[in-house]
């Protein structure tokens, strides 16, 4: 049973920096692509940051210069770097598994798996 559990959300004020981690098990993640996705109440679920199993990301231009993903294949790991934080930043993020394609998309309706999500709060 795949699971995915996000952690490192909390408040920051704006400018400030937050790093979102996402710890799986009962996969092998360096296979699929990875993602973080995140959603406001009464919105679709949008794409933050992906990444393949080479390593290459695609980042939406809203947090393009200012967000990082990246992922540990060794420790079944996946993060967000979250620089220079906007009031706009103020949403709920969900870590997500592709779980059958290495191709990253920022589509979450590409992805089989998600975590619970950690909500993140940036004060202006």
């Known amino acids: 049973q795949v699971q995915l559990v996000e952690s490192g959300g909390g408040s920051v004020e704006s400018g400030g920096s937050l790093r979102l981690s996402c710890v799986t098990s009962?996969?092998?993640?360096?296979?699929?692509?990875m993602g973080w996705f995140r959603q406001a109440p009464g919105k679709q679920r949008e794409g933050v940051a992906v990444i393949n199993n080479a390593g290459i990301t695609k980042v939406a231009d809203s947090v393009k210069g200012r967000f990082t993903i990246s992922r540990d294949n060794d420790k079944n790991m996946l993060y967000l770097q979250m620089n220079k934080q906007k009031p706009e930043d103020t949403v709920m993020y969900y870590c997500?598994?592709?779980?059958?394609?290495?191709?990253?998309?920022?589509?979450?309706?590409?992805?089989?798996?998600w975590g619970q999500g950690t909500h993140v709060t940036a004060s202006s």
């Open positions: 997500a598994e592709d779980g059958e394609c290495w191709f990253a998309s920022l589509k979450s309706w590409e992805y089989a798996y």
């Open positions: 009962g996969t092998t993640i360096s296979r699929y692509a």
